[in-house]
């Protein structure tokens, strides 16, 4: 206890400023929570109040009924895209990886090159010829597009991620496993997919941040409310009929960000393990 009470004390300074730098960050989230809890008479009260005087779960029950329930709608296409677009980018990732990583591929170095390289290629000088292409096969304001975008554009990271997983594992394992008579589809599937799962959760985390948080996509490539995400829908809404409701705003905000902190709470172990995969052999 001691050495405990003498380490905070050398690092007063050090624990102050970090305890003030997550104070500022956490601000907002704690004022959006407290005001989709208030009355909507006192959300305008003054002075503010970071506390409820009374707390009402009124404005998180009436978003789902809001609009001919449109903000289910919103947030059925953020689920669906968001499931997808992790599912394809896990998959994809996974086999390119192995492929890259184990296997004897003809210029490998090059191919990992020219995928990293894409990473540098800044995605919005990007919008207007993905636009003319959506536009030419048909795909604008469908999920699909919005999956292809998504997919295409982590990818590049995922891969990386998942080379260095695989590269943590020693060859000698594979080698052992062809010895004993093991396909090349059942060494992957059954010896090295379940031990890269840190590699994998963090691709799949990561997708589904970048996915759920989007808001540029869906934006210039869906229309209609029909096909809008949770984040482009929340915007409209701010900007429509119910730019005054702040009780059901802030309500539709918090619900917004919930999925992506309890993700990441329940896998962040996974999450950081992941990361670090590979860095040291």
């Known amino acids: 206890m001691k050495g405990i009470t003498e380490t905070l004390l050398r690092n007063k300074a050090w ?40 707390f009402t779960f009124d404005h998180y029950k009436a978003i789902w009924k809001t609009g001919e329930n449109i903000f289910v709608t919103y947030f059925s296409n953020s689920v669906l895209l968001t499931a997808s677009t992790v599912l394809v980018n896990v998959l994809v990732s996974t086999m390119a990886a192995y492929g890259l990583s184990k296997l004897k591929v003809p210029c490998r170095k090059l191919l990992l090159v020219l995928i990293l390289s894409t990473m540098m290629v800044p995605f919005q000088s990007l919008l207007i010829p993905l636009h003319s292409i959506m536009q030419d096969f048909g795909l604008l304001n469908t999920r699909l597009a919005l999956i292809i975008i998504y997919v295409t554009f982590h990818l590049p990271v995922a891969v990386y991620i998942m080379i260095n997983s ?115 052999k």
């Open 166 to 280: 695989f590269d943590a594992i020693p060859d000698a394992l594979r080698e052992s496993a062809q010895i004993d008579g093991a396909g090349e589809f059942g060494i992957f599937i059954r010896i090295m997919t379940p031990m890269v799962w840190p590699g994998l959760t963090t691709v799949a985390i990561y997708s589904a941040y970048t996915t759920w948080n989007d808001y540029i996509v869906a934006l210039v490539f869906t229309s209609g409310d029909r096909m809008r995400t949770l984040n482009v829908g929340l915007t409209n809404m701010a900007l429509g009929i119910y730019g005054t409701e702040w009780g059901l705003l802030t309500a539709g905000a918090v619900i917004s960000f919930i999925p992506m902190i309890v993700l990441f709470v329940f896998l962040q172990r996974f999450f950081i393990s992941g990361l670090t995969s590979g860095s040291v």
């Open 15 to 54: 624990y102050l400023v970090n305890f003030l730098l997550a104070g500022f960050f956490l601000a907002p989230l704690v004022w959006a929570v407290s005001t989709s809890l208030k009355p909507s008479g006192d959300i305008v009260a003054l002075p503010p109040q970071w506390i409820p005087k009374s």
